[in-house]
Every structure is written in structure tokens, then in C-alpha cells.
């Protein structure tokens, strides 16, 4: 069989000498590039709706010999997706109407080796054996946004915020990261095995412990009341109050509905507070990108190192998603890299194999 390759991009002619916010707004916009295992261009897609009769037109890259190919003939194995035209994307702080759009930078030493590093694990990741169970184009399943889940979308690109490469910094892209939880312990598979989650627990006030060189609690730092009850309402209570610039003047969206029935939004600052005396200080002053940051640059570190083991993992911001005979393995290298990036060793990894 000939080579296949879908190429969008040259649907819109994208030019590659186009400024960082221009590249990094098309590559957030589309879905960039597709190729086949094999590699010729396929100019009409479906997604698109460049469909005639239900079969692509095939084309050189060039224009070249037009050729059929039959629809039915496609599975989800045939594509593969390249780079998004920019990697390394960096957005200001968000405006009054939630926006923030790429802005441009002048490359240096560093960002060249952060968009290596993507680069490669993006290379890891389109050759990695990693599948939807059951899934054909007949009963396609959809993901937690409405769109089918694809699994040759595995581009990944890393995002800073608020114009400082010192926060944020956080992968997009990857078609894991939009299922529905239950979905990747149900349909997804790596390396031919389900799925475990290995995560980093309680990582940002953790990472506050860390910060103001405090000892951490041994206990659950989203446990407020020693029971673990409302803990869900708690923890989204506390990152919020992590990432806030100034005291909170009403609920955090879906947060008061999940803690107890009464309190009010004073009194559940306050327990919190009481209960992280050590970390109360750093709370309501922007801390949490920053904190996101030092995530981000663990997770590129875990799965750096997993990737050289051949183990295949997929970054979910503050876990990984591995084949369930390698989640110990997982789990030792999250806890390595905490200590490395940290100088601490109390690192709190957890592996969920999913309902039960």
C-alpha cells in the first residue's frame, strides 16, 4: 500500500516563518497534522467534511496523481499525528472576559531545549503502542467535550502562563487527557495491558509545604476535618486558595455544593487556615502557578525516564497513565523525581487501578 499522509495544516497553506502567537493560536485551532504509518498526503478528510461519496481523494503532496481509496479501508492505526506547528506556547495572564491568546517571544538556549524535549516525547509517543479497546468509526466514543476520542491524537505541546516561563507550563493535546476517567481505565490501552493512574498526591500543598520549608503532614492535606468527609469540596477550596491573588470574595465555582451543608465561605478558610498553619501565608498570593511549573517539570522528568526504560507513559498533568504491569515501576520514578526537584522525601505517589 502506498504511502498515506493528511496533512490539514496545507489545507490553509500555513506558512512556517509565521510568528510564535500566529503558529501556537493555528495549532490550538486545528488539529495540525496527520500522517499515516505509512506517509503519502491525504488532502480531504472527513472530519473536515472533504468527503466525496463516501471516499478520500488521495493527491501527491505536490498535487501529483489523483487516486480512490476506499473509506472503509481506514482505521484508527492508519493516521499518526505530527508536531502541532508550535510547541512551546506562552500566554499572558487571562483578561476580563477570561481570554488569554498566544503572545510572541524571542527564542533562547532554553526554550530550544524545552521544544527538543517535547519534540522527543512527542516522537516516543506517535510510535508508542497505545489503542481504543473495541472502537471503530461505527460506534465511536466520545470524550469528556463532546469530540470522538481519536487515539492518533498524541501531539503534545507545553503551555506557560502569564507571560512568565516561570509558571505553568503544563502539556496539552494528548487525546487521553479529555476522556472521561472511567473511560481510560475501560477502553484504554498501552503497551497492550489496561491502564493504572499514578499520581501525585496532594501535590500543590505539598509543593507549599516544600516551598516554605516546613515538614509535611503525614495525614491527607485535603482531609479538613479528620474524617475525610466533604474531602472533594476541600481540596478544590484549598488549590483555589493556592492560586488566588487576593482574599476570595465568593465560592470557587462547583466548590460550595461539596462541602458542609451551613459553613460559610469565611468559616471554611479559616479551617483551612487552622489546619495548615505552616502554609497559611502563602495563600490568596498567586502561589500556584509557580507551583504548576515545578508539576510540570517532574512529569517531563517521569516520563522522560519511563520512555528510556520502554515503558510507554501518557502525562495527565499530575499522574501518568502506564500499562498496569509497570505501575510500581511508575511509582518509584515519580517518587526519585519528587525527591529530586523538591530535596524532600516525603513524596505521596498513589497508583488507582480504577472502579472497582
Not at 468527609?229 to 477550596?237: F, S, V
Not at 511549573?293 to 517521569?302: F, G, K, Q, T, W
Amino acid at each position: 500500500m502506498k504511502k498515506i499522509r493528511c496533512k490539514v495544516a496545507d489545507l490553509y497553506r500555513f506558512p512556517g516563518n509565521l510568528p510564535r502567537r500566529c503558529a501556537a493560536q493555528f495549532s490550538s485551532s486545528l488539529a495540525s497534522a496527520y500522517t499515516s504509518r505509512s506517509g503519502q498526503l491525504l488532502r480531504c478528510v472527513t472530519t473536515i467534511g472533504f468527503c466525496q461519496g463516501g471516499r478520500l481523494r488521495e493527491t501527491g503532496w505536490g498535487g501529483g496523481d489523483k487516486q480512490r481509496m476506499s473509506l472503509t479501508s481506514l482505521k484508527w492505526d492508519s493516521f499518526r499525528q505530527e508536531d502541532p506547528p508550535e510547541l512551546l506556547i506562552l500566554k499572558p495572564a487571562k483578561d476580563h472576559d477570561g481570554r488569554a491568546d498566544p503572545i510572541d517571544y524571542e527564542d533562547t538556549k532554553r526554550t530550544a531545549q524545552w521544544r527538543r524535549e517535547i519534540a522527543r516525547l512527542n516522537a516516543w509517543l506517535r510510535d508508542a503502542p497505545i489503542s481504543i479497546a473495541g472502537q471503530s468509526r461505527a460506534a465511536l466514543t466520545l470524550d469528556n467535550v463532546g469530540q470522538p476520542i481519536e487515539p492518533y491524537r498524541r501531539g503534545l505541546r507545553r503551555i506557560f502562563n502569564n507571560a512568565d516561563w516561570q509558571q505553568g507550563g503544563r502539556f496539552f493535546g494528548g487525546f487521553w487527557e479529555t476522556m472521561e476517567r472511567s473511560d481510560r481505565f475501560r477502553l484504554l490501552r498501552v503497551m497492550g495491558d489496561p491502564v493504572v493512574n499514578v499520581d501525585f498526591g496532594s501535590l500543590f500543598p505539598r509543593l507549599a509545604y516544600v516551598r516554605a520549608r516546613e515538614a509535611q503532614p503525614r495525614a491527607d492535606l485535603y482531609d479538613i476535618t479528620g474524617d475525610g468527609t466533604c474531602r472533594e469540596g476541600w481540596k478544590q477550596l484549598i488549590n483555589a486558595l493556592l492560586f488566588a491573588e487576593r482574599p476570595l470574595r465568593g465560592w470557587p465555582r462547583d466548590t460550595r455544593e461539596k462541602l458542609p451543608n451551613g459553613v460559610s465561605l469565611r468559616e471554611a478558610v479559616t479551617a483551612i487556615k487552622a489546619k495548615h498553619a505552616p502554609i497559611a501565608h502563602l495563600l490568596e498570593h498567586g502561589l500556584g502557578f509557580k507551583l504548576m511549573r515545578i508539576e510540570s517539570d517532574m512529569l517531563i522528568a517521569v516520563v522522560t525516564a519511563l520512555f528510556k526504560q520502554g515503558i510507554t507513559a501518557l502525562p495527565l498533568h499530575d499522574s501518568v497513565l502506564v500499562a498496569r504491569p509497570y505501575g510500581d515501576t511508575a511509582r518509584k520514578v515519580m517518587e526519585a523525581a519528587f525527591r529530586r526537584h523538591t530535596g524532600s522525601a516525603r513524596a505521596s505517589v498513589k497508583i488507582d487501578f480504577g472502579p472497582i
